[in-house]
């Protein structure tokens, strides 16, 4: 491991704004097959124990450097603001800024999106924002917005909760939608083309960059917005995988491919 990575870890590990549990913490060894979860300390309790309030807490899942984490907490400090990702070296840069900044309404949690359900309880999560994902051109049920993925979101996002998804990926927004219309959501925003179109879009969504959404702009890529309802069950869409991954073209599984980025 580069010198970088050692400093940044050891770094992480001074923010009282970063939970770094380990996986032994929420993970039960029961023999049998799947996932196997244990409840968190702060499952229901991050208002009380983290930010000392009991105001709405939005998650960005996938937050890399945590750019819409920090950003949303500047302009609505009457919510909470908590970016998840698997990446310490990349969650260093948002806990740095939180801390050193002094903002009391964002933290960063150090986990899969897979284990979210041992972090949170019923109804504690109002919002959740997928930023750039990635598409999982070959694996479905590796999508942050699969079925499988909504139904653990829908353990823990309160009644009437957002899903936003922003993304360059023309396939992973086309999924989405699918998955969308096939269990009945209802859609709030849908652009193909957040900064070529006409329709009114939240000010947040074409005000704030990632630094994934700054590297595909500058490769020319449109970047696409999605926000719905996920109230119910989700059911499995009938979506043309083979057109929409020619319409991708060949690129992204370069461009997303964890190894290749910082
Ligand atoms: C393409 S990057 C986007 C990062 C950031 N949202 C941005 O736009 O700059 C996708 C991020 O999702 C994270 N990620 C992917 N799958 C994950 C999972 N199952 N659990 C936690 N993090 C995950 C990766 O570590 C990576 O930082």
Redesign the pocket.
């Known amino acids: 491991m580069g010198h970088d990575k050692l400093r940044k870890f050891a770094e992480n590990e001074t923010f009282a704004c970063l939970k770094q549990p380990s996986s032994a913490e929420v993970l039960l060894r029961t023999g049998e097959p799947g996932l196997h979860l244990r409840d968190h300390a702060l499952k229901g309790r991050w208002g009380a124990d983290v930010f000392g309030n009991a105001n709405p807490i939005v998650l960005e899942l ?4 945590g ?1 819409y984490t920090v950003a949303l907490a500047g302009r609505f400090p009457e919510k909470n603001f908590i970016g ?4 310490g070296a ?1 969650l260093w840069k948002g806990a740095k800024y939180v801390t050193e900044n002094a903002v009391t309404n964002a933290a960063f949690l150090r986990t ?3 284990f979210l359900e041992a972090f949170f309880a019923p109804g504690e999560i109002s919002e959740i924002w997928l ?4 598409p999982q051109l070959k694996s479905p049920s590796g999508r942050l917005s699969a079925p499988g993925f909504i139904r653990r979101y829908r353990k823990f996002l309160a009644p009437g909760g957002v899903i936003h998804l922003k993304t360059d990926s023309r396939f992973l927004h086309e999924y989405t939608k699918a998955v969308v219309n096939a269990s009945g959501y209802k859609t709030l925003n849908s652009s193909i083309d957040i900064y070529g179109s006409t329709e009114t879009l939240p000010d947040v969504v074409t005000s704030i960059q ?4 700054k590297m595909f702009l500058a490769e020319g890529y449109p970047i696409t917005y999605l926000a719905f309802t996920p109230d119910g069950e989700p059911a499995e869409p009938s979506f043309d995988e083979k057109f929409w991954k020619e319409a991708e073209g060949g690129r992204r599984s370069f461009s ?1 491919a ?1 190894h290749k980025k910082p």
């Open positions: 996938g937050c890399g450097k750019d998840v990702d698997i990446k990349r899969r999106v897979e930023t750039f994902s990635d990632t630094f994934y959404e997303h964890p």
